[in-house]
């Protein structure tokens, strides 16, 4: 598809939580595994909390009360009113991300189709993350890309037995969906479809045999 130079894969998703406290006794309850604590992230305003399933992990990301409230808004919309509403009750898919090993060239090569590069620390972790320009409509559905300096995130954790079996797109604009995804080398990571609204899709195997379908909405 147009714009597709290599392949990219799908690094981790994303689960909003008003609090890392409620993140672990719904990743309990609701995975049967307990994460495990990551850290915060300076300057950003969060902290999170991780499960490994293999090559792909599980975040859980909240506001850190011990960070005051940073310059700009926290990432995956933590600081949207609709999605602080929504994870008051339960913790909630809101994105996930693609890793890449050559972001320079992909920024270069989408020039205004870009976004903001932002270089990010946790602990001895550290990644820039190439965040999507707001306004294409396209919401989480074509996702910040990251790329790793050094070990990844999913190296270093215990692997939990949870697996992502798949990940979905759904959009009305599905040409539009289909050209983001393939810019980003992500069109075999992702399974994108038209839908009545925007909507991602991500279905967990559990280690007792069940699975847990994700939805952003």
């Known amino acids: ?50 499960l ?3 090559a792909v992990y599980l975040e859980l990301i909240a506001p850190d009360p011990a960070q005051p409230d940073p ?21 909630r898919l809101v994105a996930y991300v693609g890793r890449s090993t050559g972001l320079d060239a992909l920024s270069i090569r989408l020039g205004d189709r870009a ?7 946790r602990g001895s ?10 306004g294409t409509g396209l919401g989480a559905l074509v996702p910040p890309m990251i790329e790793w300096e050094g070990r990844t995130a999913a190296e270093m954790l215990p692997d939990s037995g949870l697996r992502l079996l798949a990940l979905e797109a759904e959009h009305p604009d599905i040409a539009a969906l289909q050209a983001g995804l393939s810019e980003r080398g992500l069109s075999q990571a992702v399974a994108a479809r038209e839908g009545a609204a925007p909507r991602l899709l991500a279905r967990i195997a559990r280690t007792d045999g069940g699975v847990l379908a994700l939805a952003s909405g």
Request: net charge neutral; charged share 20%.
């Open 125 to 134: 972790l550290r990644w820039r993350l190439l965040f999507p320009p707001q």
């Open 71 to 91: 310059p700009r808004p926290r990432p995956f919309g933590l600081d949207d009113p609709a999605i602080k509403a929504a994870v008051a009750g339960t913790p």
């Open 115 to 121: 976004g903001e590069m932002r270089a990010m620390t």
């Open 1 to 50: 598809m147009r714009g597709e130079r290599h392949m990219a894969e799908i690094d981790h998703l994303v689960i909003a939580c008003a609090s890392l406290e409620q993140g672990a006794e719904w990743a309990e309850r609701a995975l049967g595994v307990a994460p495990m604590p990551g850290g915060a992230h300076p300057g950003v305003g969060t902290h999170n909390a991780l």
């Open 52 to 54: 490994g399933m293999g």
